[in-house]
């Protein structure tokens, strides 16, 4: 197996296992430019991938506490029932959130995958 002969910024080189037919790894192949672009652009507009995680995270730690506090006392259970009812919107409402990104992120992929269909069609007809 080949390895990649791209040199890092650091001056060492890459570790990467070159892909067929090419002397880089993906990640420094000249060909893949483009999809590296794409895909780290994307990164920003998701908004991060641990962000929905740490909120629903720290939902899950503050609704144990409601009920922890309900279930000790130190919260009467109508309080405790209103709180209950806005970790309800507020999870739908990251449920929503993740929702529309994965629909976002699906319709640029399905964009980019019919502008490559289409200049393949416009290709082979300039070719027949």
Request: with cysteine; proline share 2%; hydrophobic share 35%.
């Amino acid at each position: 197996m080949a390895r990649c002969t791209a040199i890092k910024p650091n001056g060492e080189r890459c570790k990467g296992r070159a892909i067929e037919a090419s002397e880089w790894c993906w990640n420094h192949d000249p060909a893949h430019a483009d999809d590296r672009r794409r895909n780290g652009s994307r990164g920003g507009k998701r908004g991060g991938r641990g962000r929905p995680q740490a909120e629903l995270a720290d939902a899950k730690q503050e609704i144990r506490a409601v009920i922890g506090g309900v279930l000790s006392g130190h919260i009467e259970r109508s309080v405790g029932a209103v709180a209950f009812q806005g970790y309800n919107t507020l999870l739908k409402a990251v449920s929503t959130e993740l929702a529309v990104r994965e629909q976002l992120e699906l319709m640029e992929r399905l964009e980019v995958l019919e502008e490559a269909l289409e200049s393949r069609k416009e290709g082979s007809r300039w070719g027949a």
